[in-house]
């Protein structure tokens, strides 16, 4: 159990409707989103379309659009919405006592680009 | 009769779990145990929930006590009070209270609820600064209260609004600050928690969100005041603090019980050790910790059941609803409202009636509600919700309550239900249109949405009953009905044209209130009202309303472009086009810097590309060191002024144009527009500069200065059309200034000048301009206000710190192929 999940620290460090940015090590980074009715959502921070940084894009519902080219992404699935088609790797979060945790073993599987040695 | 029971039950907590679990126990088999209780406070068992009403004087304690001393007396139970149990041993099977009384037990329930958490900041111990958490607490507030003075509550989560509330109404003035944006934002969305903050207004409450409390200050030894990280300072007679609950684990923890945020038990409440269990707001079970009412009594029965040695269910984990305890403000929430890809919003709003309701689906189940105004249906709602009930049936009425949704016959079919609408229902409150008004203007031509608007002002004011009379189109004209002119996006029936009139006239001041009073179909907007929003209440109200930087494209909110890797390129503004050594210098030190490439941009100034956006800060403070400021070559705003050298070098230049661009650009840069904005100043009709494709183009002749407007390159190239002739310099600034504050009052979001001034005519812009004699003097005094507020170098305050994380990671994580490692990035 005990390691299962990443603190990524305070909750309070993303404010609404914001995205902050965790890069990994010899992996994808991560974009951390906090939507504007308080959930949290994590997604390998790269567009299925032309790889713009999700981080950056306007969130609204649980939905972010592509800074890039204005896609819709889902922050709950990865999924592109409406007739755009591909689909980004998504991280559990669990908000515990003020704090933002990552499911350690997603962060690894959605971020590494083959497992390493 | 029932035997002596031999088997004892102790219960550590005299309050609502604790009582609740013996009853239920009770209920099962009274012969069990002999049953002892211990509580902290010295008195009976009451309902801590109905503290808000009798700190409000809607009560009285006799009102709100659950269990008086009779029950406990016909049950044979033992009530200790006020001697609260300071440690368990486990071996012995006993726990010991503050008195030194020894109690020993074959059964020990663990019912200690929850503290309430300080926060820690100096002062946070001085007389008058209380919490919210039982009767003591409220006496301590009632006899602040009768001395009257200046309450702050700290949180404004429900337990800190209904505290507002009752001190408020005992005639204090208070203020709550809040540390997030929205109140109640567990429970709430953005819109509804404005309308809340909007109501508490109203009722005289100080409402600060987005405050961070820094400290409690003290004079003579209590609480004088409060002061926040930003500097401001309330004061206070009395604060309340209400920020939140913590588990009571102490003595859970100490006897070595396993703890985590609460103590851990199993779906029969049972805790690590097979004699304990626990209940209520003290457990953490399956990874939740609850601080509501309604699952208490869920896990009461799963005790019970295991204490009796029954077979049960278990407690299988509990969705919560919440109700503001407020009078007079009714609010409902319910469930998972985050929305999202695989979910469907139903949104209602009715702007008159001040009424918010959201009903989110997943799978053709409602998965959670939000209801501000009108709660009625919240019962209803959250019982579709627990039950899982599929609502393929009802999906079209769901939104309009239970009455309605299960209503039979003609209510089934929205059109039938219009059809049977007698001639004199009133469609349009607002401005008092009778379905018969409607229907008669339908038969006379008007044949789409907009038409009716205009021809009987039919859902032309806050447009909630758009709906209606969409339907009265679509019964008259089946498929003939035109859609009319383009809505602003796919979250409102309005246009641009409507929004941005509706938002001066009713004096709209924050982008939810917006959303709220226009009946927007989705809970806050979408990529592309959100900006517009932002713009055009940036426009109408220069100075008061505060920009939304998540209502920013990425470029205006970092403040450089974005480009296809990620990456961002920055360009400092040369004023009309001039530079020199030391700005050259700056460049060439900063581009080897942070940037790995730099271009001549097509507006006279130099783009350094390849910068992080870590790196952002730093390379605008040296720019800045140079004497650079912004170049806002990312805005919805003045890019560049375009000179040629003019008279001052050149054989053929009439007039000053170098000067004359940096004169006009340092009167224009900062401003934000509707789209993109170029100016070029030419020195003579050889034009240079290329004048004539810019949004605003002068250019110089022997006799003066010819102005030229709406004019792009781009994918639609689009020639000036001339706007006038001036003699003087200051003329043409003027006229310059005019044309930019009409173009910012009255196009759309998004629209260049060249397709706004070909959608309203040259004739137009001319009229608004000339007509009047003193209409560019008026125009150019509104802009230079507007202007006094945005000529602050935003690289400046970035590179002083401001908005930090938005340049920031969270840290970095570092899995392969040594240990995880997090590291903080500050």
Redesign the interface.
């Given at each position: 159990m005990i390691g299962e999940w990443l603190d990524i620290g305070p909750v309070g460090q993303i404010s609404p409707g914001n995205a902050r940015t965790l890069p990994v090590q010899g992996g994808e980074e991560i974009a951390v989103f906090h939507t504007l009715d308080n959930q949290f959502y994590a997604l390998v921070n790269k567009c299925p379309h032309k790889h713009g940084p999700l981080s950056q894009g306007i969130v609204h519902g649980a939905v972010v659009t592509c800074p890039l080219h204005s896609w819709n992404i889902s922050l709950k699935t990865g999924q592109a919405l409406g007739d755009d088609q591909g689909c980004v790797p998504t991280i559990p979060v669990r908000v515990d006592a003020g704090r933002l945790y990552l499911l350690r073993a997603a962060v690894i599987g959605a971020t590494a680009p083959r497992a390493m040695a | 009769m029932v035997a002596t029971p031999t088997q004892r039950l102790v219960v550590i907590g005299n309050g609502m779990a604790g009582c609740r679990a013996v009853e239920e126990v009770l209920a099962r088999d009274p012969a069990a145990y002999r049953i002892t209780i211990f509580g902290a406070e010295p008195r009976v068992n009451y309902n801590r929930i109905m503290l808000s009403p009798v700190l409000a004087g809607e009560k009285a304690f006799e009102d709100i006590v659950i269990n008086d001393a009779g029950w406990y007396a016909d049950n044979a139970i033992t009530l200790v009070s006020g001697d609260p149990v300071v440690a368990i041993d486990r071996a012995a099977q006993t726990v010991t209270a503050a008195s030194g009384r020894v109690e020993p037990y074959d059964r020990l329930l663990l019912a200690t609820g929850s503290d309430p958490f300080i926060i820690p900041v100096p002062g946070a111990d001085l007389p008058g600064v209380v919490t919210f958490r039982d009767l003591d607490d409220v006496d301590k507030m009632l006899r602040a209260a009768e001395r009257g003075g200046q309450a702050v509550v700290i949180g404004g989560g429900l337990l800190g609004l209904e505290a507002a509330h009752g001190l408020s109404l005992r005639g204090m003035g208070v203020t709550v600050i809040h540390?997030?944006?929205?109140l109640m934002?567990?429970q709430?969305?953005?819109a509804a928690g404005y309308l809340l903050k909007t109501e508490l207004e109203r009722r005289g409450q100080t409402i600060l969100t987005g405050a961070d409390t820094a400290e409690i200050l003290g004079e003579n030894g209590h609480v004088a005041g409060v002061r926040l990280k930003d500097g401001r300072e309330i004061a206070a007679d009395l604060v309340v603090m209400a920020v939140g609950i913590r588990p009571a684990t102490a003595l859970a923890k100490a006897a070595g019980l396993a703890v985590e945020?609460g103590v851990v038990v199993d779906d029969h409440m049972v805790t690590s050790d097979p004699a304990i269990m626990a209940v209520g707001e003290c457990v953490q079970h399956r990874?939740a910790c609850y601080g509501l009412v309604a699952p208490l009594w869920e896990m009461c029965r799963a005790l019970a059941d295991a204490a009796c040695g029954l077979a049960g269910p278990g407690f299988a984990g509990s969705v919560t609803s919440t109700k503001l305890k407020v009078s007079g403000i009714d609010l409902f929430s319910a469930g998972d409202?985050?929305?999202?890809?695989?979910?469907e919003?139903i949104v209602m709003r009715d702007a008159a009636r001040g009424l918010y309701k959201r009903v989110v689906v997943q799978d053709g189940r409602v998965i959670g509600a939000v209801l501000y105004g009108d709660t009625a249906d919240g019962a209803w709602y959250f019982d579709l919700l627990r039950r899982g009930t599929d609502i393929a049936d009802l999906r079209d009425r769901l939104i309009f309550g239970q009455a309605h949704a299960l209503g039979g016959g003609a209510a089934t079919d929205p059109l039938a239900t219009v059809a049977a609408l007698p001639d004199d229902a009133e469609v349009c409150g607002c401005n008092g249109v009778s379905k018969g008004t409607v229907m008669a203007t339908i038969a006379g031509g008007a044949c789409s949405l907009d038409a009716v608007r205009s021809q009987c002002k039919a859902s032309a004011s806050c447009g909630s009953c758009t709906g209606l009379v969409e339907q009265l189109l679509a019964l008259t004209l089946g498929d003939d009905v035109q859609s009319g002119p383009k809505t602003m996006c796919k979250c409102t029936s309005f246009t641009h044209a409507d929004v941005r009139r509706l938002i001066v006239e009713r004096e709209f001041k924050l982008i939810p209130q917006v959303m709220q009073e226009l009946n927007w179909s989705?809970?806050?907007?979408?990529?592309s009202c959100?900006?517009a929003l932002n713009y055009y209440l940036l426009c109408a109200w220069p100075g008061q309303y505060k920009d939304d930087?998540?209502?920013?494209?990425?470029?205006e909110?970092?403040h450089a472009n974005?480009q296809?890797d990620?990456s961002y390129s920055v360009v400092p503004r040369m004023w009309g086009g001039m530079t020199n050594p030391d700005e050259l210098r700056a460049i060439a030190d900063a581009t080897e810097k942070y940037g790995r490439m730099v271009k001549v941009t097509g507006g006279q100034r130099l783009d350094i590309f390849g910068v992080k956006?870590e790196d952002l800060p730093k390379i605008w403070a040296d720019l800045n060191a140079a004497g650079m400021v912004s170049g806002h070559a990312y805005g919805k705003s003045l890019r560049t002024v375009k000179t040629c050298v003019g008279s001052e070098w050149c054989r053929f230049g009439t007039q000053d144009s170098t000067g004359l661009g940096i004169a006009i650009e340092r009167m224009t840069w900062g401003s934000w527009m509707p789209h993109k904005f170029k100016i070029a100043v030419s020195g003579c009709p050889r034009n240079c500069a290329e004048a004539t494709i810019k949004d605003f183009g002068v250019v110089c002749v022997d006799s003066g200065y010819e102005l030229h407007v709406g004019g792009n390159g781009g994918i639609h190239v689009r020639a000036t059309d001339l706007l006038c002739k001036v003699a003087t310099e200051a003329e043409a600034m003027q006229v310059c200034a005019a044309f930019i504050q009409l173009y910012r009052e009255e196009a759309w979001y998004l629209e260049r000048t060249a397709p706004w001034i070909e959608r309203v005519g040259l004739a137009h812009v001319k009229a608004r301009l000339f007509d009047a004699p003193d209409a560019v003097e008026r125009l150019a005094a509104r802009f230079a206000y507007a202007q006094t507020f945005m000529q602050d170098d935003p690289w400046a305050r970035r590179a002083g710190g401001e908005d930090a994380?938005?340049h920031?990671?969270?840290?970095?994580?570092?899995?392969?192929?040594t240990p995880?490692l997090?590291e903080?990035a500050e």
């Open positions: - | 540390l997030m944006p929205t934002e567990r709430l969305d953005e945020r990874g409202f985050s929305g999202g890809a695989d979910c919003d989705t809970p806050d907007g979408c990529a959100r900006p930087q998540q209502s920013r494209f990425v470029n909110r970092l974005i296809k990620g956006k994380e938005l920031q990671h969270l840290g970095e994580f570092r899995p392969f192929p995880a997090l903080a």
